[in-house]
């Protein structure tokens, strides 16, 4: 898409001198985004970041990170990344460290079985057995919130262990810095269930064919956002930005090539900091 200068007028002075904008991804997580087998860092999730600098006249380049790592690298005095293209999902603990979320995509959360392998259909089923998941994820924090715990183990005051509760073994859970690594732990029968984003799961599968399967259905259905620190006002633009790409079809194309376009988003639905659920969540609150 070509440049819309009066979108690209709203990006603040400040944030055109970090020019050109590095954008932090985390490209374990296909088909968001991920190491093709060339070496490149490829995925839908980093093709709409190019739209989005095309619209608004900026240089942009792609650095491969840790995802844990993203935020606290988005809110430093002198920031290395402008924003961060990694399969977000917003949430008040986020936000509140100073990061906004702008909606570009929704999507669940969804468990990995082995075929032939033990299945699972609800949070409870999780209780004693081994899950693998990536660290800092909104599945490793469903977890051990299952549980009644932060990441890690640390009891939450006043809420419940429903695996205790419930007369059972509490979760195994098995943290990875790479998705590919949680794959890979669930591949080799270390972990019993993997639990990843719908679109990253349904992935997993077509390159796992009569290994890996879908096991229940998706939950805690929620938007995926741009991460963006809040003190650098750039959010108007970006909301702006993505907008465009929804309503002249690059989006569109974008999200059909990638075979994901069962989450798409409206025009109307970009915008900072929905926390929103659809439909039933995997988990009670925490």
Not at 70 to 85: C, H, Q, T, W
Not at 144 to 160: L, N, V
Request: charged share 15%; with cysteine; proline share 5%.
């Amino acid at each position: 898409p070509a440049t819309q200068s009066s979108i690209a007028n709203e990006i603040p002075a400040a944030v055109k001198k970090l020019e050109p904008f590095v954008i932090a991804s985390d490209a374990s997580y296909a088909p968001n985004e991920y190491v093709n087998g060339s070496g490149q860092v490829v995925g839908w999730d980093l093709e709409l970041s190019q739209d989005l600098c095309s619209v608004l006249g900026v240089q942009c380049t792609i650095a491969n990170v840790t995802f844990d790592d993203i935020i606290p690298d988005l809110l430093e005095k002198n920031p290395r990344y402008v924003m961060s293209f990694s399969s977000f999902t917003p949430t008040s603990a986020r936000e509140a460290s100073g990061i906004d979320f702008i909606t570009y995509y929704q999507a669940g959360e969804s468990w990995l079985a082995r075929v032939g392998g033990p299945t699972i259909t609800s949070a409870s089923q999780m209780c004693g057995k081994s899950v693998a998941v990536e660290s800092g994820t909104v599945e490793e924090s469903d977890a051990y919130g299952y549980m009644g715990q932060t990441p890690g183990g640390g009891a939450i005051a006043g809420d419940t262990d429903h695996c205790t509760a419930a007369g059972l073994k509490d979760i195994n859970v098995e943290s990875f810095d790479k998705q590919t690594e949680a794959n890979a732990a669930l591949l080799s029968s270390r972990a019993d269930f993997g639990w990843a984003d719908q679109p990253v799961a349904d992935y997993q599968v077509t390159l796992e064919p009569g290994k890996l399967k879908i096991s229940g259905q998706p939950c805690s259905i929620y938007p995926y956002g741009v991460a963006v620190a809040h003190k650098l006002g750039f959010d108007k633009a970006i909301e702006d930005a993505l907008a465009y790409l929804v309503n002249h079809g690059y989006y569109g194309t974008i999200l059909k090539n990638a075979a994901v376009s069962d989450g798409a988003v409206a025009a109307s639905d970009v915008g900072a900091n929905n926390n929103n659920p659809v439909g039933s969540t995997c988990v009670p609150s925490y």
